[in-house]
């Protein structure tokens, strides 16, 4: 599975292709772009209002806390990953250390929060574009996922490159309100220069102003935001170097949630008071116009619908994939299993934007309650993949203790006790979740899911017993 060939390119370059079929196509620079882009998404530039309005700058700590967390939910990631870097590499993990049917079931539900993900950020997408053009949301949504799926289509590396400058534009735009909180706080320009105090983090009813209680309440929302951070493990079949890039790109984790979510809340919080944000307006948006920058409102607009664009990107390149190593394992359809010639799974990927357009489609033509079941279900269908993660690295931790298999260059600190801790903390937020009345419907649509896989898989099982797929190893 993890055996690479080098062949020759027709364009005399080497093109490397692992023992999956896959080519390596993306390198160093791609990949840290791909790992700072999935911590970075419309969960901060749009849904970190709703968490100010509930929690005031106690989100500061919530952010951190859970930041914490996915950094020790990545370490785990990392030592699997270094132990056997595989495309799929969620369900292949599952697969080996849990059993047959924890890859069926984590392969399928993975594949099922990207196009659900895609779904709701292509759309989202087409919505931002109205904020320019007066054109019907359908055209940009048809747009969007066709050109989307294209570059998907054409090489590994297209998509590697769309995803750099997505992700650059997302990280230009938080420094870049980084710095213009630092100058008002230090010179005192702007509107908002006169006001400006590091104090309004405490004085406006104190750091927790509606109570500890709130501030837990938020971590759902807060962990919600990070999803999308484990897909540079999906990534790790395709890297030209994945032993030497991939333990980079999850080191720099802890900075880059320093920097781009506590770093800019504080700056934004200390600017203008956490009283002035709401839920449904970016807080980016909100800052701006307090400062007396309107012309901020257009950037920000273009700075989401980059996120938007970003995350169907990584939808359409992980969905495909996802297909692709089930069937391979015979736990999926095998017309899942063919590749085009530059390597890049054609009925997968093409199956998946398919489902997105008539997602698009449902969700113009019954904008209602039912839809947005559908997509709650995303939180807790992402957070099942970190459970995997989590529970596959403390028995693989197990086995290597014990010498039965190779221990990893990219050990996790502190495991598996660290790992331990991460599993109570997502315990807790999907209590959390439960308490919730707005969130509690993903937890009904959790088990009903469930049924529909375990169905499916005693089908799939039923037909063909002898499967290595259905054995455990």
Same mark, same amino acid.
């Given at each position: 599975m993890t055996s690479a060939q080098v062949e020759q390119a027709h364009d005399g370059e080497e093109a490397?292709?692992?023992?999956?079929?896959?080519?390596?196509?993306?390198?160093?620079?791609?990949?840290?772009?791909?790992?700072?882009?999935?911590?970075?998404?419309?969960?901060?530039?749009?849904?970190?209002? /709703?968490?100010?309005?509930?929690?005031?700058?106690?989100?500061?700590?919530?952010?951190? +806390?859970?930041?914490?967390?996915?950094?020790?939910?990545?370490?785990?990631?990392?030592?699997?990953?270094?132990?056997?870097? +595989?495309?799929?590499?969620?369900?292949?993990?599952?697969?080996?250390?849990?059993?047959?049917?924890?890859?069926?079931?984590?392969?399928?539900?993975?594949?099922?929060?990207?196009?659900?993900?895609?779904?709701?950020?292509?759309?989202?997408?087409?919505?931002?574009?109205?904020?320019?053009?007066?054109i019907p949301q359908w055209v940009s949504a048809l747009i969007f996922t066709v050109v989307l799926y294209g570059a998907n289509l054409i090489s590994v590396k297209l998509f590697g490159e769309l995803e750099f400058w997505f992700s650059m534009v997302k990280v230009t735009a938080i420094i870049g309100m980084i710095l213009i909180c630092a100058g008002i706080l230090t010179i005192g320009f702007s509107d908002a220069g006169d006001t400006a105090s590091m104090a309004h983090l405490w004085n406006q009813g104190g750091f927790f102003p509606h109570g500890v209680g709130n501030t837990l309440m938020t971590l759902q929302m807060v962990m919600f935001a990070f999803l999308a951070v484990e897909l540079v493990g999906v990534t790790a079949g395709e890297s030209k170097?994945? /032993?030497? +890039?991939?333990?980079?790109?999850?080191?720099?984790?802890?900075?880059?949630?320093? %920097?781009?979510?506590?770093?800019?809340?504080?700056?934004?919080?200390?600017?203008?008071?956490?009283?002035?944000?709401?839920?449904?307006?970016?807080?980016? =948006? =909100?800052?701006?116009?307090?400062?007396?920058?309107?012309?901020?409102?257009?950037? %920000?607009?273009?700075?989401?619908?980059?996120?938007?664009?970003?995350?169907?990107?990584?939808?359409?390149?992980?969905?495909?994939?996802?297909l692709r190593d089930l069937a391979l394992n015979n736990q999926g359809p095998q017309f899942f299993t063919k590749l085009t010639r530059s390597g890049t799974p054609l009925v997968g990927t093409t199956f998946s934007a398919a489902l997105m357009l008539v997602g698009v489609w449902i969700n113009y033509q019954w904008p209602g309650k039912a839809f947005d079941y559908v997509v709650s279900f995303a939180t807790i269908s992402g957070m099942w993949a970190w459970i995997v993660i989590l529970v596959c690295q403390i028995r693989y931790r197990a086995k290597s203790d014990r010498g039965e298999l190779p221990k990893s260059e990219f050990r996790a600190p502190g495991a598996p006790v660290a790992s331990w801790f991460a599993l109570a903390f997502i315990a807790m937020v999907i209590v959390l979740m439960g308490i919730d009345k707005d969130a509690r419907v993903s937890l009904y649509c959790a088990p009903l899911w469930g049924a529909i896989l375990a169905v499916a898989y005693l089908v799939l099982k039923r037909r063909n017993p002898e499967a290595a797929a259905f054995r455990r190893r």
């Amino acid at each position: 599975m993890t055996s690479a060939q080098v062949e020759q390119a027709h364009d005399g370059e080497e093109a490397v292709r692992d023992g999956e079929g896959y080519h390596r196509g993306l390198g160093a620079r791609q990949i840290q772009m791909i790992a700072i882009g999935g911590a970075i998404g419309t969960g901060l530039f749009l849904g970190a209002g /709703k968490g100010i309005s509930k929690a005031g700058p106690s989100l500061i700590l919530a952010y951190a +806390v859970a930041g914490f967390v996915i950094f020790l939910i990545m370490r785990a990631l990392g030592e699997l990953l270094m132990y056997r870097p +595989v495309s799929g590499s969620f369900s292949e993990y599952a697969r080996e250390f849990i059993g047959p049917f924890a890859g069926f079931v984590t392969g399928w539900t993975y594949w099922l929060f990207w196009v659900v993900t895609g779904i709701t950020e292509v759309t989202a997408a087409a919505a931002y574009m109205t904020y320019w053009f007066d054109i019907p949301q359908w055209v940009s949504a048809l747009i969007f996922t066709v050109v989307l799926y294209g570059a998907n289509l054409i090489s590994v590396k297209l998509f590697g490159e769309l995803e750099f400058w997505f992700s650059m534009v997302k990280v230009t735009a938080i420094i870049g309100m980084i710095l213009i909180c630092a100058g008002i706080l230090t010179i005192g320009f702007s509107d908002a220069g006169d006001t400006a105090s590091m104090a309004h983090l405490w004085n406006q009813g104190g750091f927790f102003p509606h109570g500890v209680g709130n501030t837990l309440m938020t971590l759902q929302m807060v962990m919600f935001a990070f999803l999308a951070v484990e897909l540079v493990g999906v990534t790790a079949g395709e890297s030209k170097d994945p /032993k030497t +890039v991939l333990p980079r790109a999850i080191n720099t984790v802890p900075w880059r949630i320093a %920097v781009f979510y506590v770093g800019a809340l504080i700056m934004i919080l200390s600017v203008v008071p956490w009283t002035s944000f709401h839920a449904g307006a970016s807080p980016f =948006v =909100v800052a701006f116009e307090k400062m007396g920058l309107p012309a901020g409102a257009g950037i %920000v607009n273009f700075v989401v619908l980059t996120a938007a664009l970003s995350s169907c990107n990584s939808g359409m390149y992980s969905t495909g994939r996802m297909l692709r190593d089930l069937a391979l394992n015979n736990q999926g359809p095998q017309f899942f299993t063919k590749l085009t010639r530059s390597g890049t799974p054609l009925v997968g990927t093409t199956f998946s934007a398919a489902l997105m357009l008539v997602g698009v489609w449902i969700n113009y033509q019954w904008p209602g309650k039912a839809f947005d079941y559908v997509v709650s279900f995303a939180t807790i269908s992402g957070m099942w993949a970190w459970i995997v993660i989590l529970v596959c690295q403390i028995r693989y931790r197990a086995k290597s203790d014990r010498g039965e298999l190779p221990k990893s260059e990219f050990r996790a600190p502190g495991a598996p006790v660290a790992s331990w801790f991460a599993l109570a903390f997502i315990a807790m937020v999907i209590v959390l979740m439960g308490i919730d009345k707005d969130a509690r419907v993903s937890l009904y649509c959790a088990p009903l899911w469930g049924a529909i896989l375990a169905v499916a898989y005693l089908v799939l099982k039923r037909r063909n017993p002898e499967a290595a797929a259905f054995r455990r190893r």
